[in-house]
């Protein structure tokens, strides 16, 4: 296992134009699944990339295992990559694409035998090792690619978005599959990925990254309920945080902690100035104009605008479990609420967190 560093790390592929890295500062913990989650050009393929040493860095320091590997090849910072198209030889059978570094490092035949059974055994594709790419899933392919890249026993998992080609019953299948993997072998991984679902399942920490910044660091829990921004606070979630400018601030909710005032007390008319109940303490009750309704099945998105007061006028969403039984009809207006201790306060202008601001 090896601890990976990178300090003031940039790339700039055009002279005058912003880095597609820009002045990363990343410290992973031995043995975690480190996730670089960012929409397609935020720079987490260039920076796994430049980790690598697939691409060289315009300026900054790539650490691996505390030695600077700048100058490294590939082989010698001692990786494993998988790409998305899991790059298998074609012409080569399962357990020959499984070998093939084996062969290229020079191991002994025998030796080379019993490092590819243990790999296949491991992923489960034992029975598969006289097959030929063309014969197998997208499944079986990703469990080949992963099975080479641990046959060498490198101290660093590098993955670029190695689900991203399965269609949706599949990659759910082989994402439980990959953590459980990285958790056996206990291997350093950074994992890329565009998906936010994947990020947040498989993820020890999570790395937001935007127009090649680093936006947040943290676990799944604190980059969703906690965004240090208001790029993290949207690009997290479905439907997105509900920001509301306010004036000297912009503050923001999620659309699950928005919810109608008669599920919190469990009756059907509360008082509008209540402000506290035992159960959830202070609360801002908010009346919500509904637009429309989407039904997903276990979940009701609402759609609509906030009236009275700074909310006035403002659009927002509240998403709520299919089994709450009240009727909200287009045009009808509902008394809602937001615990206080939901609520997040953001710069209007930088976008960054900052202190809670009064809403009277």
Request: zero cysteines; aromatic letters at 8%; proline letters at 6%.
């Amino acid at each position: 296992m090896a601890i990976v560093q990178t300090r003031a790390l940039t790339k700039v592929f055009k002279k005058g134009e912003l880095g597609a890295v820009n002045s990363v500062d990343l410290e992973s913990r031995e043995g975690e699944f480190l996730v670089l989650l960012g929409p397609s050009g935020s720079g987490k393929t260039t920076l796994l990339r430049m980790i690598a040493g697939l691409e060289e860095p315009t300026s900054g320091e790539i650490l691996i295992g505390g030695r600077v590997v700048n100058d490294m090849t590939p082989r010698e910072r001692r990786i494993a990559m998988v790409f998305q198209s899991y790059a298998l030889y074609p012409h080569l059978t399962v357990f020959g694409n499984i070998v093939f570094p084996l062969k290229a490092q020079g191991m002994e035949k025998g030796e080379r035998q019993k490092k590819a059974e243990w790999a296949a055994g491991l992923l489960g594709i034992g029975h598969l090792m006289h097959r030929k790419p063309r014969e197998l899933s997208g499944g079986e392919r990703q469990r080949v690619a992963l099975a080479r890249a641990i046959v060498r026993e490198p101290a660093l998992f590098l993955l670029d978005e190695p689900l991203s080609n399965l269609d949706a019953k599949l990659r759910a299948s082989a994402r439980t599959e990959l953590e459980q993997f990285q958790r056996r072998v206990a291997t350093t991984t950074i994992y890329v990925t565009h998906d936010q679902v994947e990020a947040m399942a498989m993820g020890d920490r999570v790395v937001v990254m935007n127009k090649g910044l680093v936006r947040q660091i943290g676990t799944p829990a604190e980059v969703y309920d906690e965004p240090a921004d208001t790029f993290v606070a949207t690009f997290l979630g479905s439907p997105p945080m509900n920001l509301i400018d306010i004036g000297e601030a912009t503050v923001g909710f999620r659309p699950e902690h928005f919810f109608p005032v008669s599920h919190l007390a469990g009756q059907a008319a509360v008082p509008a100035d209540m402000r506290e109940d035992a159960r959830v303490g202070p609360y801002v009750p908010l009346r919500f104009l509904i637009s429309h309704e989407e039904y997903l099945g276990a979940e009701r998105i609402l759609y609509g605008k906030l009236e009275g007061g700074r909310f006035d006028g403002k659009p927002a969403v509240s998403r709520m479990s299919s089994t709450h039984g009240a009727v909200f009809e287009s045009g009808s207006v509902h008394a809602f609420a937001v615990r206080q201790g939901d609520l997040k306060f953001f710069h209007r202008e930088q976008g960054t967190r900052t202190q809670p601001v009064p809403l009277s």
